[in-house]
């Protein structure tokens, strides 16, 4: 029996109840079945950054403090990468939980991008803000 919130994952070709998204980093099709799991695993990773970007920078300041330049370079690149995966999970898992807010999967969310880009594609260029001549008159 197949439900109405099922769709086909065209990239490993299998029916996934509830779809949400095709996970390319963990190759697996999260639906219903999986989406608690994978939210903690956000939610995971994003303590795991967030607590490694304290650590280093910890390590940072106590190798500037002993005067010790290749730690203190390492530290503080390292410091940065993980700043930049902790702000990566953080804003997908904010996005993910704004989607569960409103009841949308992502894959509805797409499919609803779609549909309002279409529409404004559709939108002739008289109708836009201000219309061709506010364009011509404000030209540089």
Same mark, same amino acid.
């Given at each position: 029996?197949?439900?109405?919130?099922?769709?086909?994952?065209?990239?490993?070709?299998?029916?996934?109840?509830?779809?949400?998204?095709?996970?390319?980093?963990?190759?697996?099709?999260?639906?219903?079945?999986?989406?608690?799991? /994978?939210?903690? %695993?956000?939610? =995971?990773?994003?303590?795991? &950054? $967030?607590?490694?970007?304290?650590?280093? !920078?910890?390590? *940072? @300041?106590?190798?500037?403090?002993?005067?010790?330049?290749?730690?203190?370079?390492?530290?503080?690149?390292?410091?940065?990468?993980?700043?930049?995966?902790? /702000?990566?999970? %953080?804003?997908? =898992?904010?996005?993910?939980? &704004? $989607?569960?807010?409103?009841?949308?999967? !992502?894959?509805? *969310? @797409?499919?609803?991008?779609?549909?309002?880009?279409?529409?404004?594609?559709?939108?002739?260029?008289?109708?836009?803000?201000?219309?061709?001549?506010?364009?011509?008159?404000?030209?540089?």
């Amino acid at each position: 029996i197949v439900s109405f919130s099922s769709k086909h994952c065209h990239i490993c070709g299998k029916c996934v109840d509830g779809f949400d998204h095709h996970c390319d980093v963990l190759e697996i099709c999260i639906g219903s079945g999986n989406i608690s799991l /994978f939210r903690s %695993f956000l939610a =995971y990773h994003c303590l795991f &950054c $967030l607590y490694g970007v304290v650590v280093h !920078t910890r390590m *940072f @300041i106590c190798s500037y403090h002993a005067g010790n330049v290749y730690s203190f370079v390492s530290f503080l690149v390292l410091a940065v990468v993980e700043f930049g995966f902790w /702000f990566a999970f %953080f804003v997908f =898992y904010s996005f993910m939980s &704004c $989607l569960r807010a409103c009841n949308m999967t !992502t894959y509805d *969310f @797409i499919l609803k991008f779609r549909r309002l880009r279409k529409r404004f594609r559709d939108i002739p260029e008289s109708c836009h803000i201000g219309g061709p001549e506010y364009l011509s008159s404000h030209e540089m």
